[in-house]
């Protein structure tokens, strides 16, 4: 049965017009904002391409005033309404984060608040003081010098990785590594640890055993190699020479253990007075190799150890050109005549020390 217009009237009140306004407005209010949050989640809003570090104990307010300060976001509203829904102010992660220009909010926060870091290639080398150690590595790290010069100290790693104080240093083994900038010094040892234990492989310690030596030996033969020549075309040379006197119960009497224990190592000419030092370090008056690595030596110098030279040579002197080469010899006589060659050349130059 058809409904007469009244009873339509009842059932469909007509809607006035200020009604239809009101609900186009909310309905327009309702569409923007629905766009304006969908922007917010997925609208490019990293300005540029960037690093930031977030240390260690911040807060989200921390983090914002980096991005703003930095004019790295567009839309920090966007920012602080997706951090909020995503919970990002509970889940501050320290760290070295790269901003690549365009990402949007939703992106950049997951990398932040997963703590998607980018790894530093730390690299170190010509060194020869842990204190030179923990200066160089801590520019990679948010912890300072000082943080891991007292972790270098400390007794617990040399008992765990079977170690003495003197052959610690031979477990650093120079290269380039990447790592995280939130490493804490604790990490960096273990991974140093690891490291090692890579490069000593079975083949590297079947050549060390090979020359009755062990790896933390091998280093410590290379450290000196390390400080007698910096030519890499003769490390394999000099090591024989070392080795050479090693076989034959010999005393190094290398210079550069001299300088160590002095510690000086600007010294050109090692005097006899410097020779008379008492020191465990001194090869001039104590047989056998010192008690560790007077330096960090690189890979090129324990290579140069592992794989000397065969020869017969058991003396080296620098050469009198001051070219940072060696003259070799077999014979004391023969030494002595290339050594009176350089002493001259000293004189000449008026270098005495």
Known sequence: MALDRKTRTLLFPRLGKFSMVIFALLLVV?????FELFGFIFKANVSQNAVILIHTGSVYTDVEKTLTERELIHNVRAFRWVSKKKEYHENIRPGRYELKKGANTNELVNMLRIGQQIPVNVTFNNLRYFDELAGRVSRYFESDSLAFINEFKKAEYTEKYGFTPETFSAMFV??????YWTTTPKQFIER????????????????AAALN?????VTTLASIVQEETIKEDEKSRVAGVYINRIKRGMLLQADPTIKYAINDF??????????AVDS?????????LPPGPINFPETLSIEAVLNAENHNYLYMC???????YHNFARTLQQHNINAARYRRALNENKIWR
Do not use: C, I
């Open 280 to 288: 465990p370090y001194n090869t001039y008056r104590r047989a056998g």
């Open 174 to 179: 120079p290269n380039t590594y990447q790592m």
């Open 30 to 34: 309702a569409s923007y904002r629905a």
């Open 266 to 275: 600007t010294v050109r000419r090692v005097t006899n007075y410097m020779l």
């Open 213 to 217: 030596l062990t790896p933390a030996e």
């Open 192 to 207: 140093m640890h690891t490291e090692y234990n890579k490069y000593w492989n079975s083949e590297r310690k079947e050549k």
């Open 318 to 324: 620098a050469k009198e050109d001051f070219s940072g």
